[in-house]
């Protein structure tokens, strides 16, 4: 059966992230997985019963001390969120080391469907994008789902997926046209260009493809203006948008545009929650 991976540290974001997870996992009939990467100062050893040793081990029950704990709280919360729907089975796993790495692993060996990660706090330069979550998203095969304290999925209405009109784009267009369904939102396809004359022969087949699909719960709108950013923060404001989904592309211009400073802008305006999701 499918898994959602569940990166955690046991912050309040990462335990908002966890409950998202935990009602995806039940909507979608996915198991669930909670990881935690723990840490410890490195100190010289001194012999086999030095601080470094016993300094590992205390970090390791600790850790694994936190993931029962977690993974008994969200099967309680899991009763109240879908009443009436089999609970997710909710396991947990600990390591030492690299939180990408593992997650580049355990996408393999434990069938993961897609990862979700708590966001940076405010205190950060970096709100969205701190260390951790860039080594995931530079190691991740399948959809990162970057979660806020204000993301609530039983009340979502409204997903925004920025486009650069790509072919490749359409079929994520089609992956979230499906989970509308079951999630019941609509989805915006959201096209910025600095003039009017953007909408080329490329955004009108890919519109075309849109308005073509038998949901209903898709619609494409092409923004007029020269700061991606802006015209992006307003048009989440006036939906509202509960959630931005952005296309994973290498050197893509618009993904370079998020990943880089930006990112720090367009989070702090918008507070809103962000789906990674690989080309």
């Not at 997985?33 to 040793?53: E, H, K, M, R, T």
């Not at 993904?255 to 720090?264: G, T």
């Amino acid at each position: 059966m499918k898994t959602v991976l569940v990166l955690t540290d046991f912050s309040t974001n990462a335990k908002q992230a966890a409950q998202t997870a935990v009602f995806l996992a039940g909507k979608l009939e996915l198991n669930v997985l909670l990881f935690n990467v723990y840490f410890s100062i490195p100190i010289v050893p001194a012999g086999i019963n030095d601080a470094w040793s016993k300094s590992y081990e205390v970090f390791k029950k600790e850790s694994e001390a936190e993931l029962q704990n977690e993974a008994g709280r969200l099967t309680e919360l899991f009763k109240n969120l879908i009443p009436g729907t089999p609970a997710p089975d909710i396991q947990y796993i600990n390591a030492f080391g690299d939180l990408g790495d593992h997650t580049y692993r355990l996408i393999d060996e434990r069938n993961i469907e897609f990862v979700v990660m708590g966001a940076r706090n405010q205190q950060y330069n970096h709100i969205l994008f701190g260390d951790d979550i860039n080594d995931v998203l530079k190691k991740s095969k399948k959809p990162v789902l970057i979660v806020n304290d204000s993301l609530d999925l039983q009340s979502m209405k409204n997903i925004v997926l920025t486009t650069d009109v790509a072919v490749s784009d359409f079929k994520v267009v089609e992956c979230l046209n499906r989970l509308s369904g079951k999630l019941q939102f609509k989805l915006h396809v959201a096209y910025v260009s600095p003039h009017a004359d953007g909408l080329n022969e490329k955004t009108k087949r890919f519109t075309s493809k849109i308005n073509n699909l038998p949901s209903g719960n898709v619609s494409f709108h092409h923004l007029i203006g020269e700061n991606v950013i802006e015209e992006l923060v307003e048009f989440n404001a006036q939906l509202p948008a509960d959630l931005l989904a952005i296309v994973h592309k290498r050197h893509s211009f618009l993904w370079n545009i998020f990943h880089e400073s930006v990112s720090k802008e367009f989070i702090a305006e918008s507070k809103i929650s962000i789906l990674i999701i690989p080309e």
